[in-house]
């Protein structure tokens, strides 16, 4: 997947978690399954590594560096964004709390 695709992708990850852990109450593999299985092939994490290594190899330290960054910089935006979109949209103040 495109670099540049990467980011977005990463919204979904936080409409996920709250609708099979917060709005209702899901089976509990629905979340790996959709988040590791399905969303997982959105956000690549391991042609994120391969990428970052590539620049290393090619001795462009400085965009690796840059790169590695950003991504995450970006990526957890787009996932507290998805988190808090979900909520107001389903009618929930924040995460649910368990008891230990």
Do not use: D, I
Not at 1 to 23: F, H, K, N, Q
Not at 32 to 59: D, Q
Not at 60 to 74: C, N, P, Q, R, S
């Amino acid at each position: 997947m495109p670099r540049a695709a990467r980011t977005p992708a990463t919204r979904p990850m936080g409409v996920l978690v709250v609708l099979v852990t917060e709005a209702r109450q899901a089976h509990p593999v629905l979340r790996p399954f959709l988040g590791v299985g399905v969303l997982g092939g959105f956000t690549t994490f391991s042609s994120y590594a391969v990428e970052a290594h590539e620049l290393l190899c090619g001795h462009h330290v400085g965009v690796a560096a840059l790169y590695l960054v950003a991504t995450v910089v970006a990526a957890l935006p787009a996932v507290l964004l998805g988190l808090a979109t979900t909520r107001r949209l389903a009618g929930l103040t924040g995460p649910r709390r368990t008891r230990s």
